[in-house]
């Protein structure tokens, strides 16, 4: 059975989507993971559901520990990490309760550790390769997965993490536009580049709550207008990961570097 760690943001907390399921508790080298982990079936997978902010929503961006995270879903033997954020849209096109495939982030963070690499080992210059940074063939699933249950999506995009928690200034949002980004969010860099290193695949789907503060012909983002439009449209975001995991292919990794992560 192919193990599946299923990383949820906002609103994903009070994922129900297995019967039978059980919590666990992790620990790592690295401390607490943000949350217990659920865990049950979907189809020949045995997934797990890590809250990313904690079940209550208490982490703050800036203070969820990636690492510790990363290191459990790999100590519980994921081989394949798929993940869920609100973000906002940096473009016109990219509307509200839309889903974006991200293919390219820009880490825009300061303060968060995003590699496993405190130290390079004699002989052992850890420099990860990080030119694409999301599996192309969990890209896909997903995107076969929007085509097949009918949802609105864009099959790529550059997803820009921010520090937090504050949202950007007007000049902010503009410049980040400018930079080729496409939505913004505050949490997908640092897992992306720490599942690379631990060697597990990771893909990430952004649903678009709002338009940032970049456009002058719309209020500016609000914390109430992202649960607002994520609370509307949870239910696309869970049909897709279980129509996806339903149909998972359970072929082995392959092609993947890195195996530093120990527990």
């Not at 902010?53 to 994921?78: E, M």
């Not at 473009?91 to 982030?105: L, S, T, W």
């Not at 939505?183 to 997908?188: C, L």
């Not at 995991?245 to 890195?258: A, N, P």
Request: with cysteine.
């Amino acid at each position: 059975m192919v193990k599946i760690g299923l990383i949820g943001g906002s609103g994903l907390e009070k994922l129900n989507i297995f019967s039978n399921s059980r919590e666990i508790s992790v620990s790592t080298n690295y401390g607490s993971p943000s949350s217990t982990f659920f865990t049950g079936t979907i189809g020949q997978c045995e997934v797990y559901i890590l809250s990313r902010h904690g079940r209550d929503h208490s982490i703050p961006p800036t203070q969820v520990n990636n690492r510790a995270n990363i290191s459990a879903l790999k100590q519980l033997g994921c081989q394949y990490i798929f993940a869920t954020t609100a973000c906002g849209s940096l473009r016109e096109e990219i509307g509200r309760g839309h889903m974006v495939i991200a293919d390219q982030f820009i880490d825009f963070t300061r303060l968060r550790i995003n590699t496993f690499y405190d130290k390079f080992e004699p002989g052992h210059m850890a420099h990860t390769a990080m030119a694409d940074p999301f599996s192309e063939k969990l890209r896909l699933m997903l995107i076969n997965g929007c085509k097949e249950t009918g949802v609105f999506y864009h099959p790529a995009g550059t997803i820009v993490t921010i520090e937090g928690p504050r949202f950007s200034t007007r000049a902010e949002s503009k410049m980040f536009r400018l930079l080729g980004a496409d939505v913004i969010n505050m949490s997908i860099a640092p897992e992306a580049s720490l599942a690379m290193e631990a060697g597990i695949p990771y893909a990430a789907v952004a649903l678009s709550t709002d338009y940032d503060s970049w456009k002058h012909d719309e209020e500016p983002v609000t914390w109430d207008d992202v649960l607002r439009v994520f609370n509307e449209n949870v239910k696309h975001v869970t049909g897709l990961l279980v129509h996806v995991l339903s149909r998972f292919s359970g072929e082995e990794v392959t092609g993947r570097q890195g195996n530093r992560v120990t527990g």
